[in-house]
């Protein structure tokens, strides 16, 4: 009897495991994050510590509460600061990036800089949701480079047909070291429930390795056009 609950226990622990991998999986290309009233970029008392230095690819993440945490990757791209911010900026680009994602369309161009996009995940083969998204190009605050946001726009008038994301965010920051090498700054800020250590390792891990798959995605593009 012993070894039958023993077994349960390993098979209960398995699934969990499993659930928070497929979960981190499929949401961590979207980036899920908190909503304006917190900074993406950090601007908070705790300080940021590298969890990750693998692939030349500087991995950071802080807490802000229990339930929220910041994550910030570092990285270079052997490209000129137009042709990585043309890339970055393509939205036709984003399923490459997001295997969840079905449609990313344009709903209204404010401006040259200044977007609203629908997007529709498909989370499960029976569940789906969808959201509008602002998007905003700009120069960076000392005029070097460019910062590139995502935001949730719950307020957008748009009929929707699936359940409706209410919290995304994500930054780029882009600026030049050379004519031919550009450096990116990643900000996200993700919910995460209280778990125990191992558990926040196992995520770490999986982040990790979503930031690796991304730039290696951002190098293979950059080299074919």
Same mark, same amino acid.
């Given at each position: ?9 390993? @098979? ?19 980036? +899920? ?10 601007? &908070? ?9 693998? $692939? ?33 900026? $393509?939205?036709? !680009? ?15 161009? %404010? !401006? /040259?800089?200044?977007?609203? +996009?629908?997007?529709?995940? @498909? ?12 998007? /905003?190009?700009?120069?960076?605050? !000392? ?5 590139? &946001? ?9 009929? $929707? ?11 780029? %920051? ?7 090498? &550009? ?13 125990? %250590? ?5 995520? !770490? ?11 290696? @995605? ?8």
């Amino acid at each position: 009897m012993a070894d039958c609950n023993l077994c349960s226990m390993e @098979n209960l622990m398995y699934f969990k495991v499993k659930r928070i991998r497929t979960a981190l999986i499929i949401w961590m290309p979207v980036l +899920f994050l908190i909503n304006a009233n917190y900074q993406v970029c950090g601007q &908070t008392c705790a300080k940021w510590v590298k969890i990750s230095d693998s $692939n030349n690819i500087l991995l950071f993440q802080k807490d802000s509460t229990h339930f929220i945490k910041h994550f910030k990757a570092e990285f270079t791209l052997e490209a000129s600061l137009e042709k990585v911010t043309a890339y970055i900026t $393509n939205t036709n !680009n984003y399923k490459n990036w997001t295997g969840s994602l079905e449609d990313f369309s344009l709903v209204e161009k %404010q !401006n /040259d800089t200044v977007g609203y +996009f629908h997007f529709l995940l @498909n989370v499960r083969p029976v569940y789906k949701r969808e959201g509008i998204v602002k998007t /905003d190009l700009g120069h960076s605050n !000392n005029g070097i480079g460019f910062h590139y &946001t995502l935001v949730i726009d719950t307020l957008y008038p748009y009929p $929707n047909e699936y359940d409706k994301v209410k919290y995304f965010r994500l930054e780029w %920051q882009i600026k030049p070291i050379t004519s031919k090498k &550009t450096e990116i700054h990643f900000y996200y800020v993700a919910f995460s429930k209280k778990h125990s %250590q191992w558990v926040f390792s196992l995520i !770490n891990q999986l982040y990790i390795y979503a930031f690796e798959s991304l730039v290696d @995605n951002l190098k293979e593009g950059l080299e074919l056009n």
